[in-house]
């Protein structure tokens, strides 16, 4: 015959599989507020310009100013088979002075392939006055078997940027996109105000 349990280790199980409960809890809630984090500090870089990222705006700047600084682009893919690269690697333009480039993708795969940009700027400090009016970046985009398409790029760089210590003697920014998988595959057309073009030589 069996003895019956001693109470002591009765309560001792229960509180040890109370605990694993609480454990496993305290796993799943983080491994969620990990996932939700991701979204949640690019929303807050894309708001405050925290760690490069750049403003979107749907106004020209009023002010213009003599002082110029030179903008450099920078293309790179990560998952995409895809040719990306700026049309031109660097300008020169005038600080609140609304300018307008255009980035080349074209897609080197079999099927059509959709990608959503990321983006940052160097120094990170100037992101917060580098603002955008229209970027492909806004809006995934899907190229076909072979399709070349321009997409522009409309910004200016915030006169603001004089007026802040770290960034006075500022002479040139780095614009930088990273082109990634889109999760959700479409067979629509690069968004609107992305122009086709002709394809790329080579």
Do not use: H
Not at 25 to 42: D, E, I, N, Q, T
């Amino acid at each position: 015959m069996t003895s019956p349990a001693n109470p002591s280790e009765v309560t001792r199980d229960r509180r040890n599989r109370g605990v694993a409960f609480v454990c496993a809890g305290v796993f799943v809630a983080m491994v969620g507020m990990s996932f939700a984090a991701v979204p949640l500090y690019r929303l807050f870089c894309q708001v405050t310009g925290y760690g490069g990222t750049t403003q979107r705006v749907e106004q020209y700047s009023d002010t213009i100013l003599d002082r110029t600084i030179n903008v450099r682009f920078d293309a790179n893919t990560s998952g995409v088979p895809w040719e990306f690269k700026p049309k031109q690697r660097e300008i020169t333009l005038r600080i609140g002075e609304t300018t307008e480039i255009a980035y080349v993708a074209r897609n080197n795969a079999p099927t059509t392939t959709t990608g959503t940009a990321t983006y940052n700027v160097a120094p990170a400090l100037a992101g917060a006055y580098f603002n955008k009016i229209e970027c492909f970046c806004f809006t995934k985009q899907s190229l076909e078997p072979g399709q070349t398409y321009e997409m522009p790029v409309q910004f200016f760089v915030d006169p603001e940027i004089v007026n802040v210590p770290e960034l006075k003697n500022l002479k040139t920014i780095t614009l930088s996109y990273t082109f990634y998988p889109n999760n959700q595959e479409s067979a629509e057309g690069p968004a609107e105000g992305a122009a086709k073009t002709q394809k790329l030589g080579g």
